[in-house]
């Protein structure tokens, strides 16, 4: 029998557990045994780092993801696609090196995965209007002030994941929801004002 799971992290503490034995007990319940273990390291969904700890490998990483996002079923596709383009429209035209292996990034990114990132940002933190969200996006923009040598790529401003290398969730999305009134030099018409400016040029 298929079954759709939720779990509230505040009733596992509730009930004395944390997220993560819950969901290792569920998976236990559910099958998890060596075999699995064995079949998910040939498949390199999970490898083992030098300290013999188990990680999920990037690629699998996303899958999990895509399918957590894919599965809430109160995600608008069609309404975070055309947020999506909303967002590149906002975002400046160009892109950045990677001095180590010359690649480059364009700043829009491109639309599927802003829109992906956006189903990961409501999953992790919660939704927001759409044009609380296109706000915030025209402060971030406007708060380089021109010079876009460090901003980051579309999809990366909305939702980044760097747990798989040590790191944590960022969102400069959420932290500029958050903090709509940052700085007294940003208020929200000369904000908007800045951005459509560019956004003129940009399109001359």
């Not at 399918?67 to 596709?77: E, P, R, V």
């Not at 990132?117 to 969200?133: G, Q, S, V």
């Not at 798989?164 to 929200?188: R, V, Y």
């Amino acid at each position: 029998m298929k079954q759709k799971v939720t779990i509230d992290e505040k009733v596992c503490t509730k009930q004395k557990m944390t997220l993560v034995e819950t969901l290792f007990a569920l998976a236990v319940k559910r099958g998890l045994n060596k075999d699995v273990i064995d079949n998910m390291l040939n498949r390199e969904i999970l490898v083992k780092d030098n300290k013999g700890e188990f990680m999920v490998t990037q690629h699998w990483s996303d899958v999990v993801e895509e399918i957590l996002c894919d599965s809430n079923q109160s995600l608008n596709d069609v309404r975070l696609l055309e947020l999506a383009k909303k967002i590149q429209e906002i975002f400046p035209p160009g892109f950045k090196r990677d001095e180590r292996t010359g690649a480059k990034y364009v700043h829009k990114s491109n639309s599927k995965a802003i829109q992906q990132a956006l189903k990961r940002f409501i999953n992790y933190y919660e939704d927001y209007p759409d044009e609380e969200i296109l706000t915030a996006t025209r402060h971030y923009v406007a708060s380089f002030r021109g010079n876009y040598s460090r901003i980051e790529m579309a999809n990366y401003f909305v939702f980044k994941d760097n747990r798989n290398k040590g790191g944590d969730i960022t969102s400069s999305l959420a932290t500029f929801l958050e903090n709509p009134n940052f700085d007294d030099d940003f208020k929200e018409g000369a904000i908007v004002d800045d951005a459509a400016n560019w956004l003129s040029d940009s399109r001359n």
